[in-house]
């Protein structure tokens, strides 16, 4: 599957963005579905993912009740609502999909077979 995130931009604190993330190739329903950020200088670190086949969906305690992980079977696209932004929100934000990943290792980036570009958010304070 091949994944092309965008939506990145700058936004002042408080603000809100909406990252997308369009999924080509086999059936979009089939994969866990995540997002992962990186600051520089630092390791990647989950933010949100969603299950198979509109499964659940998990959050990063530092994105609960901000951001939001949907996504569209008809448009095999996931997205990340990210709302009440923060300076430490500033990140390369990527997408991330695997269709053999278990419960237990959505978090661990090193457990996702497919990854998107990135894009990039920054949030002024």
């Known amino acids: 599957v091949q994944l092309q995130a965008s939506g990145g931009g700058l936004v002042q604190a408080g603000g809100s963005l909406r990252l997308s993330c369009a999924a080509s190739?086999?059936?979009?329903?089939?994969?866990?579905m995540a997002w992962f950020r990186q600051a520089p200088g630092k390791e990647r670190e989950f933010v949100a993912a969603?299950?198979?086949?509109?499964?659940?969906?998990f959050s990063a305690e530092s994105v609960k009740g901000r951001f939001t992980i949907s996504g569209d079977n008809a448009k095999n696209t996931i997205y990340l609502q990210m709302n009440s932004l923060k300076a430490e929100d500033t990140a390369v934000y990527y997408c991330?999909?695997?269709?053999?990943?278990?419960?237990?290792?959505?978090?661990?980036?090193?457990?996702?077979?497919?990854w998107g570009q990135g894009t990039q958010v920054t949030v002024s304070s």
């Open positions: 190739g086999r059936t979009f329903s089939r994969y866990v």
């Open positions: 969603s299950g198979r086949y509109g499964g659940s969906t």
């Open positions: 991330a999909a695997d269709e053999r990943i278990i419960q237990s290792s959505i978090r661990f980036p090193l457990q996702y077979h497919y």
